[in-house]
């Protein structure tokens, strides 16, 4: 009978190890689709958190994160939904994404509310997912577009543009920074000479830009997607001779239009979220140290969004779904010790201690009451062949 207890009691020990060895969290992100070339530095900076948190020994006593990642395609939202019901299935305690606002609020409607799952976008900036019917497992550390069009035309107006055209890829996204945007510009007495949507996926925009040149404009305003039709519109504009100067938005930013256009773009300029605060520097080293790329768009709020996850784990004690939702909001917001990145095992031991912390991060984290970035933004140009920020706006 003894042999048999402590047989019994070796049987509960190992599995009540190994439950606690391992929690699962998704990544889900763009890794096909027309924002491919900035993701895997989003995922990259993600993981880079939620692997600082395993190694540190402090996460829940010593538990560690396996990350299960899923493929948002950023357009296709059947697709995106799929994937994220594999990751639930899966048992993954929370998700850091999506990407794209509509295959973000595809999820988080039909598959992480539904289920209780927190989902921390790192940049789904559609206005329309402030008023999201979220029952609090929704956040985002990227700012809403309803302030983002507002500074890119603050800096359409510095940059002495009188006239713009504007083109937007037709999806949330798209049409609701374009509404924003528009309605800034004409407030700046920017003359909007016309507005049009562009379909992703074309292989020819002639046409669309054929529509804009008619009605002119000093530049043409492109919110959409850098590998895609975006991309594509520039491309029909640069050929046509019909604009030299582009207003880009943030879903345009990225070393692989630079690459594309090279001086074609000399005279453009545009806006993403970000900071130039203590935050973004050690971010900035941290990265570096882990062999990635910060300055692309969304590398800092994709760590904070992973962070975030584990620090509200902490704070509850606990890796239950409902439990990390209940506390992003105390980890993201003062009051308590200011924690930056790198600093993760710092703030896992004074929660541990029962103490509060105030999730700085990278991009200066401060959550609104419905739990989104108050943000602050980055003026961009091109020199010497890159993205490179001019001020925070």
């Known amino acids: 009978m003894k042999k048999l207890f402590i047989a019994a009691f070796i049987l509960v020990s190992t599995f009540t190890t190994s439950s606690f060895a391992e929690i699962k969290m998704g990544i889900i992100l763009g890794f096909t689709g027309p924002i491919e070339s900035l993701t895997p530095a989003m995922r990259d900076s993600a993981k880079l958190a939620f692997a600082e948190a395993s190694s540190s020994g402090s996460l829940l006593g010593g538990e560690k994160i396996t990350v299960i990642e899923g493929d948002s395609t950023c357009v296709d939202a059947a697709a995106a939904t799929a994937a994220a019901e594999g990751m639930i299935s899966q048992g993954v305690a929370a998700i850091m994404g999506a990407d794209c606002s509509g295959v973000t609020g595809a999820i988080a409607s039909n598959v992480a509310v539904p289920n209780g799952v927190?989902?921390?976008?790192?940049?789904?900036?559609?206005?329309?997912?402030?008023?999201?019917?979220d029952k609090g497992f929704f956040f985002r550390t990227a700012p809403s577009d309803a302030r983002g069009g507002q500074i890119l035309a603050d800096v359409t107006k510095d940059r002495k543009v009188k006239s713009v055209a504007i083109t937007y890829t037709n999806n949330d996204y798209g049409k609701g920074l374009a509404d924003v945007y528009e309605a800034a510009a004409k407030a700046h007495g920017i003359k909007v000479t016309a507005v049009t949507a562009h379909e992703d996926g074309k292989a020819d925009y002639s046409s669309e830009v054929a529509t804009l040149a008619s009605a002119g404009g000093d530049a043409m305003a492109v919110i959409g997607y850098l590998d895609q039709g975006g991309k594509g519109m520039i491309q029909a504009a640069l050929d046509s001779g019909a604009f030299?100067?582009?207003?880009?938005?943030?879903?345009?930013?990225?070393?692989?239009?630079?690459?594309?256009?090279?001086?074609?773009?000399?005279?453009?300029?545009?806006?993403?979220?970000?900071?130039?605060?203590?935050?973004?520097?050690?971010?900035?080293?941290?990265?570096?140290?882990?062999?990635?790329?910060?300055?692309?768009?969304?590398?800092?709020?994709?760590?904070?969004?992973?962070?975030?996850?584990?620090?509200?784990?902490?704070?509850?004690?606990?890796?239950?779904r409902a439990s990390i939702a209940k506390n992003v909001m105390g980890v993201a917001n003062a009051p308590g010790t200011k924690i930056y990145p790198g600093e993760l095992k710092k703030g896992l031991d004074l929660l541990a201690k029962g103490k509060k912390v105030n999730y700085e991060g990278a991009t200066g984290v401060n959550f609104t009451s419905v739990g989104e970035a108050e943000g602050s933004f980055l003026e961009q140009e091109i020199k010497g062949g890159k993205f490179k920020t001019k001020k925070q706006r």
């Open 244 to 320: 030299d100067t582009f207003v880009l938005s943030d879903g345009m930013i990225g070393q692989s239009l630079v690459d594309a256009f090279g001086d074609g773009l000399s005279k453009s300029f545009g806006t993403m979220p970000g900071s130039t605060g203590k935050g973004a520097g050690v971010f900035a080293g941290v990265a570096k140290a882990g062999g990635i790329d910060s300055s692309g768009p969304y590398t800092g709020e994709s760590y904070d969004a992973a962070a975030l996850i584990v620090l509200a784990m902490q704070a509850g004690n606990s890796a239950d």
């Open 118 to 133: 927190v989902m921390i976008s790192p940049s789904a900036t559609s206005p329309g997912l402030t008023t999201l019917d």
